[in-house]
Each structure stands twice: as C-alpha cells, then as structure tokens.
C-alpha cells in the first residue's frame, strides 16, 4: 500500500478518522437530531472503525521505519486514543 512510503498521507487519513469520531461525539453530546446526520453517522461509522484498525496497524508499521516523524506519532496517538474511547464507550 503506498500509504506507508509517504507520512503525510497517514498524517491526513488518521485525522479524518479522528475529526469524524469527534465530531460524531460532539453531535450525540449536543443531542443534535437530525436525519441527514443520522443517515451518515450509520452510513460511516463501520468503515471507519475499520479504518481505525487498518490505520493503526498501518501507523505501527510506518513508526517502526521511521521513529523520527514526531508529527506522525503525535496522528498516531491521536488515533489510538480515539481508538481506545470507543472500545471503553462499549463497557
């Protein structure tokens, strides 16, 4: 996958998963009703928690090849918290 040969593109994907959880945690915290939102938050939120998986493998692997990219450690971890508040919002 040519992900991995440029940080910038993981840096980016892992921000979009982050914003989307976010954002799809500020509209249950607000109780925002909406079909549209509804719609989409169904239509997404599988892809992207496969998305989540997929990328922290992926950032794994990027980070073993380059422990130096502090900007992609920091999506990294961005990532894998937002990782580990969905799986403790399930407990």
């Known amino acids: 996958m040519n992900v991995l040969s440029n940080g910038q593109n993981l840096r980016i994907i892992n921000l979009i998963i982050v914003t989307y959880f976010f954002l799809l945690w500020l509209v249950n915290y607000y109780k925002i ?3 549209i939102i509804r719609f989409f938050g169904e239509l997404l ?3 992207f928690l496969i998305a989540q998986l ?3 493998v992926l950032g794994a692997l990027y980070l073993k090849k380059h422990p130096k990219d502090y ?3 920091g999506s990294y971890l961005l990532l894998m918290s937002s990782m580990t508040a969905i799986i403790t919002s399930f407990f």
Do not use: A, H
């Open 33 to 35: 009703e909406s079909g």
């Open 54 to 56: 997929v990328f922290l």
């Open 71 to 73: 900007i992609t450690l």
């Open 45 to 47: 939120t599988i892809p």
